[in-house]
């Protein structure tokens, strides 16, 4: 408790996080920032194979680790993990007795894969190699109690092979070296290695095999544009269940035949959106929906029994999206989680047989859902004529009118944001601005026509879908145009250096969390394990050798003469994806012409920060600069 205290007193000596008593510029009641920024109380719940257990993240030392505890609470709970320097990224059941984890070091994303006993004895790395990234391929569930299948690049960096790991020795065996192109790897419900996906960088193939002891063998090949991604395999292991816009705009769920090497039957497509996830039941071997995002996350169900799950939940927690996150073996207990644009939700423990929901925790219980504001659905045309969907968040209570406004383009580029509670969002609103976020051309889940509208469209017409945002609102009279500001990370971190070089007149001040300056060096920098993309990036950004000019035309470093806004840098030193190059040439760049840059520099972060303290200090400083630039 002590330390908690210290902390709060920390944040608002430092911060300037004032009480709850004091007003913003409306009038309307200040949070703390700490509500917004500081670490859940609990997430990630996961309930084990036989149910009786449940593990989850919680903080310790500020650092996100896995704890257990039995499901009806008659013990108390025990931390098993003990890291200080970096929060757990993730963590899954191995059996009943295992849990196993991934964690980075300091944000570089080479993720190792840990394992530790429920008991909390045994922790310990099982890849612990240098400079090496691990990812799950098949967990085994069910199957093997001693293995799993991972992708690991300790061989070449570049490239990732499949190897069987026993997790109780730490023992790796390599079961399938990947050739130089392949890109991805998946199971049969056996467990068995048969599907690899490959990629030349501009085409994308799918190799396939009957069984291991056979070679994979070619059963597709699109240009990259085209996408037929396998989810997994029926039933039976016979045919594919993948998502695919072959021959269509908008990606649906289909069946695909690798013998015959054509789809034979679509399950389910939408006409305005791309469908993307689908579900099963492991135990019952039905598949229970497929997953698509409107404005809203939506579901198209094909077992009633999963059906009836989902609306009885909707029944018993109004006004909440819920997610099953979790089961055990049987499948007669579930750990539900919600949420809305107004709070972060909490868990639940479900069971479908007396329809009993008993709630396990909040995950924010400090974030009060009355006192957050409501993000709503909105549309505007691009000057071209495309329709750009998006979402605007107005301060609680304000009249929309003549605010000042925060423009709010999200990373990827190729991403999109949702419907759902965001702090950063949150925050901003509290503080009495608008917030406008737009999935501009080039964000996903809106087809393929609008998706490649934004080829080497990167600062021109992908940049004049967000200008033609803050038009929209100025003309509808919600912001005021003479303090517009534009934040945003990666993607989102360039697009506001784009914002205040290409149309410096627009903006009062900007953000730049971990963006790209220079499109010439960012193609140098990523990570090696990029590199099979990379013609791919040549097709969808520009050729730095063959599109010389439109990269040059593109990157803000070359135009920073134009900047007048006052500019704020946020970056992480071991960032991989955008190296801190890019944030350095921008800052040396504008004081070489006199100008003051805030840059906020954290060693121990990567592409984003994750540690708590410097989430509150990043998040103070962006809170006076703002307010500096558009509220005094």
């Known amino acids: ?216 063998r070619k059963i597709i090949t699109t240009n990259f544009k085209t996408s037929v991604s396998p989810l997994f395999f029926t039933f039976d292991n016979k045919n594919l269940y993948v998502n695919s816009n072959l021959n269509r705009d908008k990606s649906a769920i289909a069946i695909f035949n690798p013998k015959t090497k054509k789809e034979t039957k679509v399950l389910f497509s939408h006409d305005e959106v791309d469908v993307g996830g689908l579900s099963y039941s492991k135990k019952r071997k039905v598949l229970t929906n497929a997953s698509y995002t409107t404005w809203k996350h939506q579901y198209k169900f094909f077992d009633s029994e999963a059906e009836a799950t989902h609306k009885d939940l909707l029944s018993q927690l109004p006004g909440y999206e819920v997610y099953l996150t979790s089961t055990n073996k049987n499948e007669d207990t579930f750990v539900v989680r919600t949420y809305s644009d107004r709070s972060l939700g909490a868990y639940y423990l479900y069971t479908p047989a007396d329809k009993k929901l008993t709630k396990l925790k909040d995950v924010s219980p400090w974030i009060k859902e009355a006192d957050m504001a409501e993000m709503k659905p909105i549309t505007y045309k691009s000057r071209d004529g495309l329709t750009i969907h998006g979402y605007l968040t107005l301060p609680k209570g304000a009249e929309a009118k003549n605010l000042p406004t925060i423009v709010m383009p999200h990373g990827g580029p190729w991403a999109r944001d949702r419907w759902g509670y965001r702090p950063d969002v949150q925050f901003l609103a509290n503080r ?89 060096t960012f193609m140098k920098t990523i990570p090696p394990y990029w590199k099979p993309y990379l013609t791919m990036l040549y097709e969808m950004v520009g050729n730095p050798e063959k599109d010389k000019d439109l990269l040059r035309s593109a990157s803000p470093i070359f135009h920073v003469d134009k900047i007048k806004a006052p500019l704020m840098v946020v970056q992480g030193a071991k960032d991989p994806r955008v190296n801190i190059e890019e944030s350095n040439q921008i800052v040396d760049a504008l004081k070489k012409k006199g100008i003051d840059v805030p840059y906020i520099v954290k060693e121990n972060e990567g592409h984003g920060f994750r540690n708590e303290e410097n989430k509150l200090e990043m998040y103070g400083k962006v809170e006076k600069f703002l307010e500096k630039h558009l509220l005094l």
């Open 1 to 216: 408790m002590k330390n908690f205290i210290t902390l709060a007193l920390m944040a608002t000596l430092v911060f300037g996080c004032t009480s709850t008593t004091k007003k913003n510029h409306l009038g309307q009641k200040l949070i703390p920032l700490t509500d917004f920024f500081k670490n859940a109380q609990v997430r990630s719940y996961s309930i084990s194979p036989d149910g009786k257990f449940l593990a989850y993240l919680k903080p310790y030392q500020k650092r996100m680790n896995v704890f257990v505890q039995d499901v009806e609470g008659k013990t108390p709970e025990k931390r098993l993990t003990n890291q200080t320097d970096r929060d757990i990224s993730g963590f899954f059941w191995k059996e009943n007795d295992t849990i196993l984890f991934l964690r980075d070091f300091g944000g570089d994303e080479n993720y190792h894969l840990f394992r530790v006993s429920v008991d909390g004895t045994d922790e310990r790395d099982l890849t612990p190699f240098e400079e090496t990234r691990v990812g799950v391929i098949d967990d085994l569930e069910n199957i093997d109690d001693e293995h799993i299948i991972i992708s690991m690049n300790k061989r070449d960096k570049k490239v990732f092979d499949a190897h069987r790991l026993n997790v109780k020795t730490g023992k790796t065996e390599m079961i399938a070296k990947n050739p130089g192109n392949f890109s991805g790897w998946m199971t049969d419900h056996k467990g068995k290695l048969r599907v690899a996906s490959a990629t030349d960088g501009v085409n994308t193939s799918v190799f396939y095999r009957d069984n291991e002891k056979q070679k994979f």
């Open 432 to 520: 009495g601005y608008a917030v406008l976020q737009m999935n501009f051309r080039g964000s996903t889940g809106y087809g393929k026509k609008f998706w490649s509208a934004s080829f080497k469209k990167w600062g021109k017409e992908m940049q004049d879908d967000i200008t033609d945002g803050v038009n929209y609102l100025i003309k509808e009279g919600i912001a005021d145009k003479e303090k517009i500001g534009i934040y945003g990370g990666s993607y989102g971190g360039y697009a506001v250096l784009a914002g205040l070089t290409f149309t410096p007149d627009v903006y009062a001040v900007g953000v730049d969390y971990v963006g790209v300056s220079n499109l010439f």
